[in-house]
């Protein structure tokens, strides 16, 4: 059996990553190759590393549907796959004129709250009218795909309203991650001289709400000063991050590193995970926060509280509330031992249902039913 993974880029974003760790550990059986169409090659060095075929269409527009399909049609034709999988919506899009096209089966994949009421109301103007229209196309067209597998279920229900797609045609596989073979030990100190680092990982977008992150951070250093906050990442958000930063004179205590390789190694050297995001698939950063055992404080999201429990195993607050998020970042600087012991029922969480080998398993046990459907030999 062979898979074409069809996906906009190789950018260093939550579906790409995820996919860097889900391939290699497919069956030997199941042959996997990749191919991506813009040109953003950050992860390419990785998947070379990992032994997994790619192929590069170079579309050099924005967009480029017709030379996307012509040359996705002229990869298909050599590859001869048994099953395409999409992800993304300008992949998605083109994916699935192909498959019309070669009548070969494709899975769609849900990632992301793509039509959701924050996306919504984060349109305007001439961006609004662009967002209906692909999202006329999207839910035109989403009567092609054989089978939908989400990341999430709150993921999965919303794309059964805004696409209209059944539910029985969608199954739920959770992102996983590699199950790190240590605890994260480091207990914030209450009271004490220590330094309280606190740190997060994401793209810089408006949406993963970093400026509501400054805000409340700004708050807790009025408290102890002493406190630093990392935010590991990189996008089109840093600049106004950075004169926000300036404005609110946390200079000396906010940095902002870019992206780095193994960032989850990085997580072993701070005090408490925080995760403001105002809407997600569902989050790999969170995952592997969860998976080190650091201490977590994370939107209240549908997304991440399919991950996580609020006061067993993490700290909760609503999106967009400063106020409330600096509360939470307080009371974990005055409640180490607390904090300690939800970030070892996190990793024991994490463990039990996001370990990517069982995830794998799901993964292709998914596939494998789309092309041998249950009856048949």
């Known amino acids: 059996m062979k898979a074409l993974f069809i996906i906009d880029s190789l950018a260093n974003a939550g579906t790409e990553k995820s996919y860097l760790k889900l391939l290699p550990r497919f069956s030997n059986d199941l042959e996997v190759e990749v191919v991506y169409f813009y040109p953003d090659h950050y992860l390419l060095g990785a998947f070379e590393k990992a032994n997994l075929p790619v192929h590069f269409l170079n579309i050099d527009q924005k967009y480029g549907f017709r030379q996307g399909i012509k040359r996705l049609l002229e990869l298909v034709k050599e590859v001869q796959p048994d099953l395409m999988v999409s992800s993304l919506l300008r992949s998605n899009l083109v994916s699935r004129v192909v498959s019309r096209i070669t ?35 999207d839910r035109w067209s989403a009567r092609i795909p054989v089978h939908w597998i989400a990341n999430s279920a709150f993921i999965a229900d919303s794309h ?18 590699e199950v790190p073979g240590r605890l994260c030990e480091k207990v914030v100190s209450s009271g004490g001289t220590s330094t309280i680092n606190f740190v997060s990982i994401g793209r810089l977008l408006n949406t993963k709400g970093w400026l509501d992150l400054l805000e409340a951070f700004a708050l807790v250093r009025r408290e102890r000063s002493d406190c630093t906050m990392t935010i590991f990442g990189e ?5 106004s991050m950075e004169s926000r930063i300036e404005e609110l004179g946390l200079t000396q205590s906010v940095s902002l590193p870019g992206n780095v390789p193994q960032v989850q190694e990085r997580l072993y050297d701070y005090d408490c995970f925080v ?3 105002w809407y997600e698939g569902f989050s790999g950063a969170l995952i592997e926060a969860m998976m080190v055992g650091i201490p977590i404080i994370a939107s209240d999201i549908p997304m991440n509280l399919e991950a996580i429990t609020p006061n067993e195993n993490a700290l909760t607050f609503p999106i967009k509330d400063p106020s409330m998020l600096a509360a939470q970042m307080i009371y974990a600087i ?42 048949l030999p």
Do not use: H
Not at 126 to 134: M, P
Not at 163 to 172: E, G, H
């Open 103 to 137: 009548g070969i089966p494709l899975v769609g994949t849900l990632v992301s709250d793509s039509y959701g009421k924050v996306r919504l109301e984060s349109m305007q103007g001439k961006g609004l009218l662009k967002f209906k229209l692909f999202w006329l196309l």
């Open 160 to 177: 059964c309203e805004s696409l209209r797609i059944k539910r029985q045609k969608i199954t739920v596989v959770y992102r996983g991650r």
């Open 235 to 239: 996008g089109a958000l840093r600049k």
């Open 275 to 277: 995760f403001p995001s």
């Open 334 to 375: 005055n409640n180490p031992l607390m904090m300690a012991k939800m970030g070892e029922n996190a990793r024991q969480e994490a463990i039990e249902r996001f370990d990517i080998v069982k995830i794998a398993k799901e993964y292709e046990g998914v596939l494998r039913k789309v092309v041998t459907p249950p009856g």
